[in-house]
């Protein structure tokens, strides 16, 4: 297989006084995948590139559920390109549902803080320095990435899945006032304890687990800031989103709504 065309030259650190008092703190990203082959080494480039800049300590995790288009070679040689103490290739055999996936990557992970996103050029790095500054002003336990709040917003979405997006964080917003603005995001930061107790008292798979993941933390009284970003839907490969999938929320939600 052709090697994967990234660069090490990367810009040099550069910190201010607020992002040199986060040295001691280490941030572990799990990128879970499957079939990501193409969009992979871009986003651990953009990943690596932004910590580099921003001079926060780092690893990136990725967790390649058996992906059968090549992901793992791949991933095998950014781990070669950028070295194993950065990126760790942790997979698994088969798909296992993301909750899982988090739990194999945090068993993994020697950060303190842990930072969740997706490998499909959706979720851009070039926010994570924002979380970042936002959990130190707030000394929050969680900071989600909302596209529904200031300057937030969605790229590349055609009317349909807009309406589907807003219609479920609507509903979502009206049965279980949970005190943010976008349930359904999968970019966001998390203390690694909060994130760990989390998921163990979450039961939802596939898209209803993010907003189950914000309804806990409600309960268990944790703190979550938020930062608007930007999402622009995938360049290459297919959406996993489907009718199956829109089911399984409304299903996930109602079960929600009766138990919390």
Same mark, same amino acid.
């Given at each position: 297989?052709?090697?994967?065309?990234?660069?090490?030259?990367?810009?040099?650190?550069?910190?201010?006084?607020?992002?040199?008092?986060?040295?001691?703190?280490?941030?572990?990203?799990?990128?879970?995948?499957?079939?990501?082959?193409?969009?992979?080494?871009?986003?651990?480039?953009?990943?690596?590139?932004?910590?580099?800049?921003?001079?926060?300590?780092?690893?990136?995790?990725?967790?390649?559920?058996?992906?059968?288009?090549?992901?793992?070679?791949?991933?095998?040689?950014?781990?070669?390109?950028?070295?194993?103490?950065?990126?760790?290739?942790?997979?698994?055999?088969?798909?296992?549902?993301?909750?899982?996936?988090?739990?194999?990557?945090?068993?993994?992970?020697?950060?303190?803080?842990?930072?969740?996103?997706?490998?499909?050029?959706?979720?851009?790095?070039?926010?994570?320095?924002?979380?970042?500054?936002?959990?130190?002003?707030?000394?929050?336990?969680?900071?989600?990435?909302?596209?529904?709040?200031?300057?937030?917003?969605?790229?590349?979405?055609?009317?349909?899945?807009?309406?589907?997006?807003? *219609?479920?964080?609507? &509903?979502?917003? @009206?049965?279980?006032?949970? /005190?943010? +603005?976008? %349930?359904? !995001?999968?970019?966001?930061?998390?203390?690694?304890?909060?994130?760990?107790?989390?998921?163990?008292?979450?039961?939802?798979?596939?898209?209803?687990?993010?907003?189950?993941?914000?309804?806990?933390?409600?309960?268990?009284?944790?703190?979550? *800031?938020?930062?608007? &970003?930007?999402? @622009?839907?995938?360049?290459? /490969?297919? +959406?996993? %989103?489907? !009718?199956?999938?829109?089911?399984?929320?409304?299903?996930?939600?109602?079960?929600?709504?009766?138990?919390?």
């Amino acid at each position: 297989m052709a090697s994967v065309g990234v660069s090490r030259s990367l810009p040099r650190s550069r910190r201010d006084p607020e992002e040199r008092g986060s040295r001691r703190d280490k941030f572990s990203v799990l990128l879970p995948t499957y079939n990501e082959r193409e969009n992979l080494p871009l986003i651990v480039w953009l990943l690596v590139k932004s910590f580099t800049e921003s001079g926060f300590n780092y690893e990136i995790i990725i967790i390649d559920d058996g992906s059968p288009d090549g992901t793992r070679e791949v991933a095998e040689q950014l781990e070669n390109i950028f070295g194993s103490d950065k990126i760790l290739l942790r997979p698994r055999e088969k798909k296992l549902g993301l909750g899982t996936a988090y739990i194999h990557g945090m068993k993994h992970a020697t950060g303190n803080y842990i930072i969740i996103m997706d490998a499909d050029l959706s979720h851009h790095p070039k926010f994570i320095p924002e979380f970042i500054r936002k959990q130190k002003e707030g000394n929050f336990d969680i900071v989600s990435g909302t596209r529904y709040k200031g300057n937030g917003g969605v790229y590349g979405w055609d009317l349909k899945r807009k309406i589907i997006s807003r *219609g479920a964080n609507f &509903i979502t917003q @009206v049965l279980l006032r949970p /005190g943010a +603005s976008d %349930l359904t !995001g999968s970019f966001r930061l998390y203390r690694k304890e909060v994130l760990q107790k989390l998921i163990e008292k979450c039961v939802s798979k596939g898209y209803v687990f993010q907003m189950e993941m914000i309804v806990r933390a409600r309960q268990l009284n944790y703190t979550i *800031g938020e930062v608007p &970003i930007s999402f @622009v839907d995938r360049v290459y /490969g297919e +959406s996993k %989103l489907g !009718g199956n999938e829109i089911v399984s929320f409304l299903k996930g939600l109602l079960t929600l709504f009766a138990t919390t």
